[in-house]
């Protein structure tokens, strides 16, 4: 009988570990640079020492599965781990729409940030493209 307990124990186990099975990501960075007055630098990084939770829930609730930021002087990376094939446009659009403090995050960062040299009138954060990669195999 214990056995039998057992064995219908350790089939449902199997069964509940097979079904979470693991999301494919990919990666995307983009680049965006910061207004260059040392003032606004200062503000923006003081702003991310504590991202208001709203935000990361609001990135939760959009499907990110991670998000870092680096910088060099006044230039931004940011890379983000999204689901493979994500809709990038509406996962934004999610994260902005999960509370009113989202929008307005995304509103008072938009004050510091300017387009890298080579960007459209108004445009921020844009897409870096990858041209080299090395594996160790």
């Known amino acids: 009988m214990m056995n039998k307990i057992l064995l219908v124990f350790f089939a449902i186990a199997m069964v509940a570990c097979g079904s979470h099975k693991a999301v494919k990501t990919e990666e995307k960075v983009f680049v965006v640079n910061i207004v260059p007055e040392e ?13 208001w939770p709203e935000v990361e829930a609001g990135f939760k609730k959009a499907g990110y599965q991670k998000i870092t930021l680096y910088r060099y002087k006044y230039l931004l990376v940011m890379k983000i781990e999204v689901p493979a094939g994500a809709d990038l446009q509406q996962m934004g659009k999610t994260a902005e729409a999960y509370s009113p403090r989202c929008a307005e995050w995304n509103r008072l960062m938009g004050g510091y940030q300017v387009g890298v040299p080579g960007t459209g009138q108004g445009e921020t954060w844009v897409e870096a493209t990858p041209f080299y990669e090395f594996r160790k195999e």
């Open 39 to 51: 003032k606004k630098l200062q503000e923006y990084l003081r702003y991310h020492q504590q991202v």
